[in-house]
């Protein structure tokens, strides 16, 4: 299968349509300061802004240290500036990438998840962090956009846990909330994994600056190089 190279990852010439196209479409020209026409591209990652009352803006410094993270560590070159989306919103074809956290309610009208399960047909990818009391409230979205599934668990030696960095035991536990173990869920379509579901681990809280949560260096960097195995899989495309 071919593949075009960006900045570091390759994305995947095959991936669906729809999704495929646009991205190819919206990669932005950037140039450094003195340098004209440069080959360098960009991509932008999005936050879902949702409805019901959670705080969907939670760690808002998270995203934006985790593309300073890739862009540094792997060689990605993602706009270092996150961009808000609805998810009933035709914008959110433009990215390939889309981050949701929080700690309360969430609700997806009927229009949203129609458009929801489009773009994950399409190409897209949605990585779902529990911030601590999101857990019932996207199960019970997410079955409205899937049906027919339930959250697959995937296990340790998932491509995701290992490329470019390796985790042995899977999610890296970030933050401990009630003491459970973490747990990385997956929704397929098509055989094709569109949605992980990060689970009693807290990305997002290690991803934060430093003086958020105050987390050391070690547990900061886990959860940062986690997030970059996710970046990676997305762009590689899946492996299964």
Same mark, same amino acid.
């Given at each position: 299968m071919k593949h075009i190279h960006? @900045?570091?990852? +390759?994305? +995947?010439?095959? =991936?669906?349509?729809l999704l495929s196209t646009l991205l190819m479409v919206l990669l932005v020209p950037v140039n450094t300061p003195g340098q004209t026409n440069t080959t360098t591209t960009t991509i932008r990652i999005a936050l879902l802004k949702y409805s019901g009352g959670g705080d969907w803006y939670a760690n808002p410094t998270s995203l934006p240290n985790?593309?300073?993270? /890739?862009?540094e560590n792997i060689h990605t070159h993602i706009?270092? !500036?996150?961009?808000?989306v609805d998810p009933g919103s035709r914008d959110i074809f433009n990215f390939p990438f889309v981050h949701m956290t929080g700690h309360g309610n969430v609700i997806f009208s009927d229009q949203e998840v129609k458009n929801l399960r489009k773009y994950l047909k399409s190409g897209g990818f949605l990585h779902i962090d529990d911030n601590y009391g999101l857990?019932?409230?996207? +199960? +019970?979205?997410?079955? !409205?956009v899937?049906?027919?599934? %339930? #959250?697959?668990? =995937?296990?340790?030696d998932h491509p995701i846990f290992r490329s470019p960095y390796f985790f042995k035991n899977g999610l890296p536990k970030?933050? $401990?909330?009630?003491?459970?173990?973490p747990q990385g869920f997956g929704l397929f379509m098509d055989g094709r994994l569109? /949605? #992980?579901? @990060?689970?009693? @681990? %807290?990305?997002?809280?290690?991803? $934060?600056?430093p003086a958020v949560h105050h987390d050391s260096q070690e547990t900061r960097?886990?959860?940062?190089?986690?997030?970059?195995n996710l970046i990676t899989y997305v762009f590689e495309g899946n492996k299964e």
């Open positions: 960006l @900045s570091g990852i +390759r994305i +995947r010439k095959h =991936l669906p349509s985790l593309i300073k993270f /890739c862009n706009d270092p !500036k996150p961009v808000n857990d019932p409230y996207i +199960r +019970r979205e997410m079955k !409205k899937f049906p027919d599934q %339930d #959250f697959t668990e =995937l296990p340790p970030i933050h $401990e909330h009630d003491g459970k173990r569109v /949605c #992980f579901y @990060s689970y009693e @681990s %807290d990305l997002g809280d290690g991803w $934060e600056d960097l886990k959860a940062l190089k986690m997030g970059a």
